[in-house]
Structures are given as C-alpha cells and as structure tokens.
C-alpha cells in the first residue's frame, strides 16, 4: 500500500509544479479578460475587442519566463476547452427550426464565402491560409471562428499575427454591422423573421448578432439568434473540411506539424451540442458552462493579445482589410438573394 503511494506521489509533485508554472501566465491572461468584460459591460463596446487591445498592453509581459508558459496554455488549450463548451448553446431542434431551405442557403453562403476568401488571397498575394482564415471568421461565428480555424491551420511565422488580425477586423465589422443593419432591414421593409434571419446569417459574433436582433424585437431577436447558432453549428464540417484539404495539400511553407483529421475540440463541440439537445444537464448547469465557454474564449484572446506586438501587427499591410470588406459583403449580398427568392 505505502509502494502504491509512492508510485502516485511523484505524479501529484509533477502535476502541482505543472500548475506552479502556468498560474502566473494564466491568472495574466484571466486578470485581463475580467478586466475586459467590467468594461465591455460598462461602456457597450465587445468583449472581444477589450481583451485584445488590453492583452497587447501587456505585451512585455510575453517573454518573461514567469508568464509564456501560461500565456501559451491559455491561448491553445483554454481556447479549444472554450470552443467545445460553444456546443451547449445549440440544439438540433433549434436548427432545423427555421427549415431546410434556410439551412441549405446558409449552408451555400458559409462554403461561397470561404472561397471567395481563399480566391481574393491568392488574387492579393497572400497565403490561401489566410483567406481561408478570414472567410471561416467572416461566414461563421466571428472572433470564435478564427481561433477554432486557427488551431486546425499549418502554422507559420506570422499565423499567430494573422489570427489576432482577424479577430480585430471581424469584431470592429461585427460592431459597425450591429448598429448599421438594423436600419438597414427596417429601410427594405423586412417583416420580424426575415430580419432575424438577415441579421443572424450576416454578422459575424453571436453578441452582435444578439444586440442587433434584440434592438429591432424579442422575436427578430430570436430568429436572428436560431440563425446564428446555426452558422455557429457548422463549424464542425468547416473544420473537418479545412483539415482534409491542408492534410492532402500541404504547404512548404509551413512548420512541419500533423494536421488532426477531426481535433478534440470538435469532437467535444459534437458531444456538447448533443448533451444539450437532449435535455441531459439542468438548465443551470448548462448555463454555467457557457458562461465558462465564454470566460475561456475572451481569455484565449486576451492571451493571444499579449503574445503578439503592435509593430508586427501593422506589417500586415491593406490587402487583408480589403479582403474582410469583400467577404464581409459577400455574405451579406448572398443572404439578401436567399430572402428575396426563397425565403
């Protein structure tokens, strides 16, 4: 028994000096996305974005032997941990609610926005990577998107730039689209459901989508919320397809790295979303853990925003503000075509 116990013992020690070495980075990261939600709950600006502009405050903090470890974890392993809880927001019936025309359309629009992400990169210069990463963040689900996309993608020397790129460029759109498409809808004469379902299919964060949806009437907020979570719950094949096409079409460019065929992240999102669907957890336990969801990805965010610098981040050049626009009003044109011929 007291061999048994010694065997066990070295685990624990090694297990507490694992956690000794990531808490000051992850408090870092943790600290800064509190202090992004006071504010955003404070001055109505995202979430997101407050985590990022405070994390590349903290820059300096990147290189301290203390703090990387920890910055490294909250920004790959708490952001996949993040990314599957996203799957106890959505259920099955939810989806096939709003019918299968709706969902076939949104469907088209996220696969003809990715490419024509992927054809303006190659059209700009740049790594199809990155349209691919741009056009997935656009048509899905935003900031999220781009960290889910991010960590099933080869990776470069400016993949970790190029994703917090993303996040700032499909959440500052999201903001201005939250205010803009409101108006828009009301000026096209759009009745609840079909500006539910135009906001829902065009904004780019779920929160956006919400506070737009809302401002216009709970029930165009419902619809554009059912929308979303539907975009959101397409995520899975996205990223099944991303990692079969960068499996089988692999760049020199890259770091050499095994691209997974269905990460556990995904896997996890599959498992989430049926728990929910069946009813299986109480509705306050699923609450928490999508509030947990959420504190996991604004933190992973935050993280990246420490790990990256100002300088670097203005190297990128106009090309992919340019493509975000064209992306950004592709999918909007797109869904537009559905409501006025199908829906």
Not at 10 to 30: D, E, H, I, K, Y
Request: proline share 4%; net charge positive.
């Amino acid at each position: 028994m007291q061999s048994q116990l010694k065997q066990r013992l070295p685990n624990w020690q090694s297990l507490s000096q694992s956690a000794r070495t990531l808490a000051p980075g992850l408090l870092l990261s943790v600290t800064v996305a509190a202090a992004a939600t006071f504010l955003a709950a404070h001055y109505g600006a995202p979430q997101m974005l407050f985590a990022l502009l405070l994390g590349i405050a903290f820059h300096f903090l990147a290189d301290d032997a203390k703090c990387q470890a920890g910055v490294e974890f909250a920004a790959k392993k708490v952001l996949r941990f993040g990314v599957a809880l996203l799957g106890l927001r959505i259920t099955v019936e939810e989806m096939t609610s709003l019918g299968w025309e709706v969902l076939v359309w949104v469907a088209l629009g996220i696969a003809l926005t990715i490419s024509i992400g992927m054809l303006v990169a190659k059209i700009l210069g740049r790594r199809i990577q990155f349209g691919v990463l741009t056009g997935g963040s656009v048509a899905i689900c935003g900031a999220s998107a781009a960290l889910a996309i991010s960590a099933v993608l080869p990776k470069h020397p400016f993949s970790e730039r190029n994703t917090l790129f993303t996040v700032i460029a499909v959440t500052a759109f999201s903001t201005i689209a939250m205010v803009i498409y409101p108006i828009f809808v009301n000026l096209l004469g759009f009745d609840e459901r079909l500006a539910g379902i135009f906001i829902g299919g065009t904004i780019h964060d779920v929160a956006q989508v919400v506070g737009a949806g809302y401002s216009i009437s709970p029930q165009a907020g419902e619809f554009a919320t059912i929308t979303k979570l539907l975009r959101v719950a397409l995520l899975v094949p996205v990223i099944l397809v991303i990692s079969l096409y960068f499996r089988s079409h692999p760049d020199k460019d890259s770091e050499k790295a095994d691209i997974p065929l269905l990460p556990f992240f995904v896997i996890g999102f599959c498992i989430c979303v049926a728990i929910n669907s069946a009813h299986i957890l109480p509705v306050g336990v699923t609450n928490t853990l999508s509030g947990l969801s959420s504190w996991c990805l604004v933190s992973a965010v935050a993280a990246l925003g420490i790990k990256t610098s100002v300088k670097k981040l203005f190297t990128i050049g106009y090309e992919p503000i340019l493509m975000v626009v064209i992306e950004t009003v592709a999918i909007a044109a797109w869904v537009l075509v559905g409501i006025y011929w199908f829906f």
